[in-house]
């Protein structure tokens, strides 16, 4: 008899579910829309449904249920306990309890998003065959996991992994969306880059690789192709992307002492050009006993929290 296992990856628009077999391996998957509405009250009834409707569709009954793991964006305890998920209008609840009594399924694992995708990349993706990584996701945020001894790292509230809340610059006077500044997510992430390019361009004056674009056209993937045309502005901003982000690993290797990095996001697309930079000043800033980590990019893009999601259940 097959055994299935779900994995949820829960998001602010969207809810990416997989279905798994026992091995491990992604059947198939799908998504349906997070409805945020009255406070996100419909967000596991639907996830719920669907997970009846694949049932269904597929002939699986509830003992053919290993488990369900799951994703959520914001901050999770060991138990399944979100702690207020201001992004989908949660308050403080169990998350895996409350799953557990709409499908009948026992087994529910729940971890915060970032963490659970960390884990879906050391095991199938970009930091495979390493039991140590450290996970940070390049996007509209700077994201983090950390899997040590292949688990996640929550910490007391679920907050372990907040890299990109790392200060980096105390002089900085912009505040970051943590309320805090100078964190590592206002250099690093594609919007912080964004940003930057934008002001030193504003300054304008000598021709540059931007000029061929709309200032609304430029992110990730012009500025990294503006640096590797040899651009000024490019250079800089680059530079600055990974002086700071190579300082801030710096600092998580010398409490962490990994195996590997792990590098995602849509700046990670921009290729091995972003490893390279990072490294680099990774290199200049960290300890001799912690010198020549593996630098790997991420593979599984966003399938990674339902794999993880899924590992969740069978480790
Ligand atoms: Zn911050």
Redesign the pocket.
């Known amino acids: 008899m097959n055994q299935y296992i779900y994995g949820v990856d829960i998001g602010g628009t969207s809810v990416k579910m997989g279905l798994f077999d026992e091995k491990g391996d992604m059947v198939e998957k799908w998504e349906i829309v997070t409805r945020k509405e009255d406070q996100g009250s419909q967000i596991l009834p639907d996830i719920a449904a669907s997970i009846a409707d694949k049932n269904n569709e597929k002939g699986i009954g509830a003992s053919d249920i290993l488990g369900i793991g799951m994703g959520v964006p914001g901050p999770i305890t060991e138990d399944g306990r979100v702690l207020k998920c201001a992004n989908l209008g949660w308050g403080i609840f169990s998350v895996a309890e409350e799953m557990a009594r709409l499908t009948g399924v026992a087994k529910v694992r729940v971890g915060n998003d970032a963490n659970v995708a960390a884990l879906g990349e050391q095991w199938r993706g970009g930091g495979r065959g390493f039991l140590n990584i450290v996970m940070v996701t390049l996007g509209t945020g700077v994201g983090g996991g950390i899997i040590l001894n292949g688990k996640i790292l929550t910490g007391t509230n679920g907050a372990a992994g907040e890299i ?2 790392i200060k980096v610059n105390p002089q900085e006077t912009r505040v ?5 500044k100078g ?1 590592l ?2 250099y690093s992430s594609a919007t912080g880059i964004t940003r930057r390019t934008l002001e030193l361009l504003e300054r304008g004056g000598k021709p540059s690789y931007f000029d061929r674009f709309r200032r609304e056209e430029i992110s990730g993937k012009e500025i990294f192709d503006a640096y590797l045309a040899k651009d000024e502005t490019g250079r800089q901003v680059v530079g600055e992307f990974a002086a700071y982000l190579g300082m801030g690993l710096a600092n998580v290797a010398a409490v962490i002492d990994p195996d590997a990095f792990v590098i995602g996001g849509g700046v990670s697309k921009n290729g091995p050009v972003v490893i390279d930079v990072i490294r680099e000043e990774y290199e200049k800033n960290v300890m001799f006993a912690l010198k020549g980590k593996e630098f790997r990019l991420a593979e599984l893009g966003n399938d990674a929290g339902m794999y993880g999601a899924v590992r969740m259940i069978l480790s």
Not at 176 to 180: A, D, L
């Open positions: 990109g809340h970051c969306g943590c309320g805090g964190c997510e206002q």
